[in-house]
């Protein structure tokens, strides 16, 4: 059972660049998560998508774009990468949609260290 | 001030010792996760409890829904349990999406 997988582990980009951080999960959940970590601010959520077929903006949308491309997978995108976008990714899901059975625990893929100079 | 907060930031004790970190939050929610975040930066989900107490092995998590307030207690500590435990909340009208406490970096010492 690999749970939540994420690819990369880790990237450098050029300021400017362009790349997608992958997630997909075998777990049937549907809802999915992108958070980014940075020191002494905890997780914050990027983008979420409640079901498979929709996708809302979270806390720092700004600069990234998201594809829910299925149930198992749901993309992260860095359309021109910025030093303001280096931190640690985290992809997540847990099942429920948002409308009912939400309180369910957590599952995190392993992590994205990404540095954009 | 965060919905969430987490006290202590920081906690170093010595093997063997009880350890309580505490999670106070300002919203009504359904539901409140405990999460484990170890130095090799993996997150794990530790308990998730809308009432009363669970218990893991060592780890213990009570929560008290009219005082919004949470602990997350390790019994006989043990270096292993290093790690940053992270409190999140389901609020009652945030749908999906959680939010989190800042996160409390132990360190247990042999």
């Known amino acids: 059972n690999a749970g939540v997988t994420q690819t990369p582990k880790f990237q450098v980009l050029k300021t400017g660049q362009s790349m997608t951080l992958q997630c997909a999960q075998d777990?049937?959940?549907?809802?999915m998560y992108w958070y980014r970590q940075d020191p002494g601010m905890g997780l914050r959520l990027i983008y979420y998508?409640?079901?498979?077929?929709?996708?809302d903006k979270g806390e720092v949308p700004n600069g990234y774009n998201v594809s829910r491309l299925n149930k198992r997978e749901f993309s992260l995108r860095l359309e021109s990468a910025a030093p303001s976008q280096t931190s640690v990714y985290f992809c997540a899901s847990r099942s429920g949609d948002g409308r009912s059975s939400y309180n369910s625990p957590l599952h995190f893929g392993n992590g994205t260290r990404l540095t954009v100079t | 001030k965060n919905e969430v907060e987490q006290s202590p930031q920081n906690l170093t004790a010595q093997e063997g010792e009880f350890i309580t970190i505490n999670c106070s939050y300002s919203?009504?929610?359904?539901?409140l996760h405990w999460l484990q975040q170890h130095p090799g930066g993996g997150i794990v989900s530790l308990f998730m409890?809308?009432?009363g107490k669970k218990k893991h092995g060592r780890l213990i998590a009570t929560i008290n829904i009219q005082e919004k307030h949470s602990s997350l207690h390790i019994t006989a500590s043990h270096p292993r349990d290093s790690a940053v435990y992270i409190c999140a909340v389901d609020g009652e009208t945030s749908g999906s999406r959680l939010t989190f406490g800042e996160g409390t970096q132990l360190t247990v010492n042999p």
């Open positions: 777990m049937n959940h549907n809802s």
């Open positions: 409890l809308s009432s």
């Open positions: 919203v009504g929610i359904s539901a």
């Open positions: 998508s409640a079901s498979e077929g929709t996708t």
